[in-house]
């Protein structure tokens, strides 16, 4: 026969204990509930605020990012205004802003397009880089406090396409450009490569072919007054249509400028060295990639300060967000 006794006692400990157990656990929502009522709502707004900013800075910092078109250089791909979302994390994020990159197996490759710092921006120190990222994180993009005097945004990051990897050589041609590439003995023209693998991306132009003549002339007139000297009537003819140019392509112009100063001054050998860099194009070393814009009359990019590091590329271009009626995929 079970002792009753026994049994008996065991499941008085068991009710006393549970009852312990839910009165302490009633007195603490008790508590927590009268410190709720009691906190100034102020308080409560603050933290709420603080919670969501440190949620949104950690998904900017090291997942998503929101971006602002700035500039026209990727019409039609991106338009001025345009809000975006890049991927921070495929790349490797930075631990903080501007600070020390971690390193990732996925590197830029061609064709992707890549936000990197704009190698021509001037810091005005990292308090200062720092709180401008914070900000500019925290409102989406809508909010950058990194202006000039005059108003206009300075450009800290650029938006472009990667269209060179390690091993490629670029040259331009009536501002074509084409390609070779490593190992290969055949330039290729970049925008029938582009077709041939099936990247629908157009590249926008400006100028046409028949302002190039135009433009060679307007060169050979700025080296002749680089000189003193005054231009002869054909090349004043041939300049005749300046007026209608709708851009410039400055490597076509320089070039032009620069071929005419070497053929009056042979001897001078800052010409030569200068001339050489619109000849050979741009070698894309290891460890870079060379961005350029798909509008590409109306771009500053990888033609004017180079190839850029991949420890320099922040993020690849996911979607576009804003406006609503230009949501979709960039590609």
Do not use: C
Not at 164 to 187: K, P, Q, T
């Amino acid at each position: 026969m079970p002792n009753i006794t026994e049994n008996t006692g065991f499941f008085d400990f068991v009710q006393k204990t549970t009852e312990k157990y839910l009165t302490r656990r009633k007195t603490k929502n008790r508590i927590k509930k009268e410190k709720r009522q009691a906190k100034n709502p102020i308080v409560d707004w603050i933290e709420a605020f603080l919670w969501a900013a440190g949620m949104v800075l950690l998904a900017n910092q090291y997942l998503v990012q929101a971006y602002r078109i700035p500039s026209g250089s990727m019409i039609d791909t991106l338009n001025i205004g345009d809000h975006v979302f890049v991927n921070k994390i495929v790349y490797g994020p930075e631990l903080l802003p501007g600070i020390l990159k971690v390193k990732s197996p996925v590197k830029p490759k061609r064709n992707d397009i890549i936000i990197f710092e704009n190698p021509s921006y001037i810091s005005r120190g990292p308090v200062f880089d720092i709180t401008q990222r914070i900000i500019y994180m925290l409102t989406l993009s809508v909010v950058d406090i990194d202006k000039e005097v005059s108003g206009e945004p300075r450009i800290h990051f650029l938006i472009k396409r990667a269209i060179g990897a390690s091993g490629d050589r670029f040259e331009s041609i009536d501002g074509n450009m084409r390609v070779l590439f490593a190992g290969e003995s055949e330039w290729v023209d970049e925008a029938e490569y582009s077709k041939a693998r099936g990247w629908n991306h157009n590249i926008s132009r400006i100028m046409q072919e028949d302002d190039y003549p135009v433009l060679i002339a307007l060169g050979k007139i700025a080296a002749l007054s680089d000189m003193s000297l005054s231009a002869p009537e054909h090349l004043i003819e041939a300049a005749s249509g300046a007026a209608n140019l709708k851009a410039v392509d400055l490597h076509a112009h320089e070039k032009a400028r620069l071929e005419t100063l070497r053929k009056a001054v042979p001897g001078d050998k800052r010409y030569s060295a200068l001339l050489s860099k619109h000849r050979l194009g741009w070698y894309i070393s290891e460890g870079r990639v060379f961005p350029i814009g798909d509008n590409r009359d109306n771009s500053r990019d990888g033609r004017f300060f180079g190839p850029v590091k991949e420890s320099r590329v922040l993020g690849r271009g996911l979607i576009i967000y804003w406006p609503i009626w230009r949501i979709g995929r960039m590609s």
